[in-house]
């Protein structure tokens, strides 16, 4: 009876528990939903054999339970809405650090009108440690200043209310916040400023971007990648095979969208417990906002259920790899589609294909910030995942894809990993295309490199190699911010590429090799 009682404590105590898989078996109790699960486990057990406390706190539990769910369902139709900030009970704060990974602090709700007013200290560097919490003692900029604090300013418009973390008890919210030096001035190194720096070079020209992204990630019921879910079953497109874990999906669709986050559709993917989540098209910062948080989202729902999904990018071997496909498009103010020319065969404009152009010439520099981890380049060799550098009209294979109709044009750069930070990957990929469309560079034929055709920009094979592509690319280190890259190239090469230096040999089989690297990235993506 003892497990009974524990799962009853558990979930009268927050609306987002979901008990591990074993216990559930024990109990009986295969659903996710918590009101299921409560209402049986009420059924289940005889309660006039127990104290009134204990009968009490049951029902007590399934009523808040239910009542919060409703409320939840009430919410998520009026989705967009901004919350009254100090309404939470707790704000976490945070910014993007270099890898794409949350960092800040929480605040209590006493404290929350001062923070929004004054923000708060932390350390300078906070965005800038190794993957691991290496620190960067080599960074000057941190040292000469004995490691002083900066200051996290939170933005009140991205606040938002994490429905993974909220209970019927407590409310907690989430705020973006812009990293600022001890005088108040921007820090250019913040990922997110970097992003919005490409942005502003748009609209200064007319222009904005909408655009989404595709996640792919994988769910394992192990903490290694041992177990992935689904059974170990390839799955893509299999709705009878996706049934088997159809809870766990709707509840975490649910609660993304109740939170806000612009989630779209979602599906099994081609290999064992791989599954793909996409966005729908948001303007500006907030497309690279969205899927940040998505991404944080997705992996503290699962953890509290005892799942364990990661966006690294190729976390077990032989299983195909992850991507983070970029769809975007650009529009005038007056809603006028840049990519689409109505009168051209193929529906692009010259603007679309110079960009594209722009994209093509870039692409070895590009990788270092798409596929920024070393294992992103086992990626390469994986699956559908481009080897190729090409671009063509709707094919699965290129590295730039263009979707036509006689409507509208958009592109997909196929480029980036699951691993990529969104904001690094949004402000190159800008940088990169508006370098086309500025220098007029001429767009090559869509479709793969015909024999005896001049052989174009290649895939660097390392991610020591891409770094060395990005350093040589004055253009994109000029529009990324040089600071950004220099900063970016010491952490990988002082950290990580060196760890792997140190921790893997030559004769090591590629699955011993995914291992290690597993080791290194999973806790963190």
């Known amino acids: 009876m003892k497990p009974v009682l524990r799962l009853l404590s558990c979930v009268c105590q927050s609306s987002t528990y979901r008990p591990d898989m074993a216990l559930r078996g024990r109990l009986g109790v295969k659903q996710t939903n918590t009101l299921s699960i409560l209402t049986a486990v009420v059924q289940k057990i005889p309660l006039q054999d127990f104290p009134i406390e204990t009968q009490l706190t049951a029902i007590t539990g399934l009523f808040q339970v239910s009542a919060y769910t409703t409320s939840i369902s009430e919410k998520s139709r009026r989705m967009g809405e901004k919350p009254d900030v100090t309404k939470f009970d707790y704000l976490q704060c945070s910014i993007p650090d270099i890898h794409g990974v949350p960092r800040g602090r929480v605040v209590p709700r006493h404290l929350i009108p001062r923070v929004l007013r004054d923000g708060f200290g932390l350390f300078q560097g906070i965005g800038n440690f190794g993957m691991n919490m290496e620190i960067p003692y080599d960074i000057e900029e941190y040292a000469s200043t004995h490691?002083?604090?900066?200051?996290?300013?939170?933005l009140p418009d991205t606040a938002f209310e994490m429905k993974w973390s909220s209970t019927p008890k407590r409310r907690i919210g989430h705020a973006i916040s812009s990293l600022l030096f001890s005088n108040g001035e921007q820090d250019p190194v913040c990922s997110r400023h970097t992003a919005q720096r490409q942005i502003d070079r748009l609209k200064k020209m007319g222009m904005k971007i909408k655009s989404a992204?595709?996640?792919?990630?994988?769910?394992?019921?192990?903490?290694?990648?041992?177990?992935?879910?689904?059974?170990g079953k390839k799955q893509y497109g299999n709705m009878e095979l996706l049934d088997e874990n159809l809870d766990f999906f709707l509840d975490l669709m649910d609660t993304l969208r109740d939170s806000g986050l612009p989630v779209e559709f979602f599906n099994n993917e081609f290999d064992e417990g791989q599954y793909e989540i996409t966005m729908e098209p948001r303007t500006g910062i907030e497309a690279a906002d969205a899927v940040f948080l998505a991404r944080y989202g997705i992996r503290a729902f699962s953890r509290r259920r005892g799942y364990n999904s990661t966006f690294m990018a190729r976390p077990a071997y032989p299983q195909n790899a992850n991507g983070f496909h970029l769809n975007h498009s650009l529009w005038t103010k007056d809603g006028k589609d840049v990519f689409f020319d109505e009168a051209d065969p193929q529906r692009l404009s010259v603007f679309a294909r110079q960009w594209i152009a722009g994209l093509l010439h870039h692409t070895p520099g590009l990788c270092a910030l798409?596929?920024?981890?070393?294992?992103?380049?086992?990626?390469?060799?994986?699956?559908?995942?481009?080897?190729?550098?090409?671009?063509?009209?709707?094919?699965?294979?290129?590295?730039?894809?263009?979707?036509?109709?006689?409507t509208g044009a958009y592109l997909e750069n196929r480029l980036p990993s699951s691993a990529c930070n969104p904001y690094l990957t949004l402000s190159a990929t800008i940088a990169a295309g508006l370098d086309g469309v500025e220098r007029k560079l001429e767009c090559p034929q869509p479709g793969p490199p015909k024999e005896g055709e001049k052989a174009g920009p290649v895939i660097p094979k390392t991610l020591d190699e891409a770094l060395d592509c990005l350093n040589k690319d004055t253009v994109l280190k000029e529009a990324v911010g040089a600071k950004v890259v220099d900063y970016f190239t010491l952490l990988k090469r002082q950290f990580e590429i060196k760890h792997f230096e140190n921790n893997a040999t030559p004769d090591m089989s590629k699955a011993e090799r995914i291992e290690i690297e597993r080791k290194y990235y999973m806790p963190y993506l």
Not at 147 to 154: L, V
Not at 213 to 231: H, L
């Open 213 to 231: 992204y595709e996640m792919e990630f994988m769910v394992f019921e192990s903490e290694d990648a041992s177990k992935p879910m689904g059974g």
């Open 370 to 406: 798409f596929s920024p981890t070393v294992n992103c380049y086992q990626r390469f060799s994986s699956g559908l995942a481009p080897n190729t550098v090409y671009w063509n009209i709707d094919d699965r294979t290129c590295t730039f894809r263009a979707k036509t109709s006689s």
């Open 147 to 154: 490691y002083a604090n900066g200051i996290i300013m939170p």
